[in-house]
């Protein structure tokens, strides 16, 4: 069993910058990947940013390419969205997401609330 505990969320204005953080209850590099995932009203959930967690390889949804970063410390079990320039659009509850070695489970935290607003 993975638990994934996100925190960081919160008001900002728009060109603001919020950093989100997610621990896990294990090892990072015991799963294949970590990532970001955020839902708004009336929409799907959508994947924001992915990291894996031997190589520094990543992804980015193109909406927030250039905006967002995501980084892990696998010393700290944390993966880490960097979120600079927002947008009201960027306005959604962010989850944190991690993916088992054999692509077999999924993981998801509680999610943390993101307002870009004026």
């Known amino acids: 069993q993975v638990r994934l505990v996100e925190s960081g969320g919160g008001l900002v204005q728009p060109g603001g910058s919020l950093r989100l953080s997610c621990v896990a209850s294990v090892s990072i590099i015991s799963v294949n990947t970590m990532g970001w995932y955020r839902q708004a009203p009336g ?7 992915a990291i894996t967690t031997s190589s520094d390889s990543t992804n980015y949804a193109d909406s927030v390419k250039g905006r967002f970063t995501v ?48």
């Open 43 to 49: 929409k799907q959930r959508e994947l924001v940013a």
């Open 71 to 118: 980084s892990r410390d696998n010393a700290k079990n944390t993966v880490y969205l960097q979120m600079d320039r927002l947008k009201p659009e960027d306005t959604a509850v962010y989850y944190c997401h991690a993916l088992s070695h054999d692509y077999e489970y999924d993981y998801w935290g509680q999610g943390t609330q993101v307002t870009v607003s004026s």
